[in-house]
């Protein structure tokens, strides 16, 4: 199985949505000649021939429609998990402020913070001494 780069599925993706190397140029501000030589080389990859090029139009071989049915499926269930994770991540992001005694502050806070930011790293802790 050949191991193919994510951004030549998602130029075959573009392409194919826009029936036009050129659209998906405009598209992903590329020129139209980088975008034909990128479906070339995803082409000479996987050794199939995906479009049925003309002046005006490039259109889906049979092959190059499968594929595209099921990258587009592919892509939208990345996209969907880097959803869930940025939201995971949102999450995890906040402040929290700790109250406590310095004699506690001195002799267990510095555990118990260290494994919190590992675990909640983009959070923000506040501590604040209390008699």
Do not use: H, W
């Amino acid at each position: 199985m050949p191991s193919i780069n994510l951004k030549l599925l998602q130029t075959f993706l573009r392409a194919a949505e826009n029936g036009s190397f050129r659209r998906a140029a405009e598209e992903s501000n590329r020129s139209p000649s980088a975008v034909s030589m990128q479906i070339r080389d995803l082409e000479e990859q996987i050794g199939i021939s995906l479009f049925i090029r003309t002046a005006q139009r490039a259109s889906l071989t049979p092959e190059g429609q499968i594929l595209f049915e099921e990258i587009a499926n592919v892509m939208s269930q990345v996209q969907t998990s880097l959803d869930r994770l940025t939201e995971v991540a949102a999450r995890r992001k906040g402040k929290v402020q700790i109250a406590c005694a310095p004699t506690l502050a001195a002799s267990r806070l510095g555990d118990i913070l260290a494994t919190f930011k590992l675990r909640y790293p983009r959070s923000i802790v506040e501590v604040i001494e209390s008699p």
